[in-house]
């Protein structure tokens, strides 16, 4: 399955609803809020763009004429663990469970607030990222490496210090690379006191350990507006 996810790592979300209003908010609001956002308006056309697309998260609707989100999240579980955000504007508690029964991640009852689906879809993928282990219990960064199953990180044979914060974001960035990570994300896995500028601060720490240019970073990357990632060889 291929993907048109762009090289910056964002997230991208199909956003299945028959209701075009609706739709169209959610794909700008996602849009202007660090992902990449597509749309489906019924679950047929979902089926064929994720024939081709390979998505992150699908924020899907429970009730839409033909096929059902029930039907399509059934079906989804059976064969992958894409993440889904169910919507719906049947919010009893059997409707809730029953929905949670076809292997949904989360439930929304409309209408909802934008920002609280934005912090829902976050914390699945937050959950997600730190439930997938690595692929490899290191990472290369030029001519340092960072152990994940140590937290140590070397460079010319010698142990590099990381203190605890430090430490924590590494490993917080290691653990899924080439992701952007807002500064909110970093601050709640990191549990980080002092909002985003003591972010900031511990990233330019980091790329004084790890970057042979820290004013040039070519690992520990910012992307304008959205956040911070790693970028390993």
């Known amino acids: 399955m291929m993907s048109d996810v762009i090289e910056d790592g964002l997230p991208h979300i199909l956003v299945v609803d028959d209701d075009s209003r609706l739709r169209k908010l959610l794909i700008k609001y996602l849009s202007d809020n660090g992902f990449l956002a597509s749309g489906a308006e019924n679950v047929a056309i979902a089926r064929y763009k994720m024939k081709t697309i390979l998505f992150d998260l699908l924020v899907l609707d429970r009730m839409m004429p033909g096929e059902s989100g029930l039907d399509l999240a059934r079906d989804i579980r ?9 919507l719906t504007a049947m919010d009893e508690w059997d409707d809730r469970i029953q929905g949670l029964e076809c292997g949904v991640d989360d439930y929304l009852g409309k209408p909802f607030e934008p920002r609280e689906l934005l ?16 692929s490899s219990d290191h990472v290369c960064l030029g001519i340092v490496k960072y152990n994940l199953e140590r937290g140590e990180l070397m460079g010319s044979g010698t142990t590099i210090r990381l203190t605890s914060s430090e430490n924590a974001l590494l490993s917080a960035l290691a653990m899924r690379v080439n992701h952007v990570f807002s500064r909110e994300e970093l601050i709640d896995v990191t549990n980080t006191r002092g909002g985003g500028r003591a972010v900031d601060v511990q990233i330019t720490r980091l790329r004084r350990k790890i970057e042979l240019d820290p004013r040039l970073p070519r690992y520990l990357q910012t992307v304008r507006g959205k956040g911070y990632m790693l970028v390993p060889d």
Not at 120 to 134: D, F, K, T, V, Y
């Open 78 to 86: 059976r064969k992958s663990d894409l993440p889904i955000l169910m």
């Open 119 to 134: 912090l829902r879809i976050n914390g699945i993928l937050r959950r997600l990222a730190l439930s997938r282990p690595p």
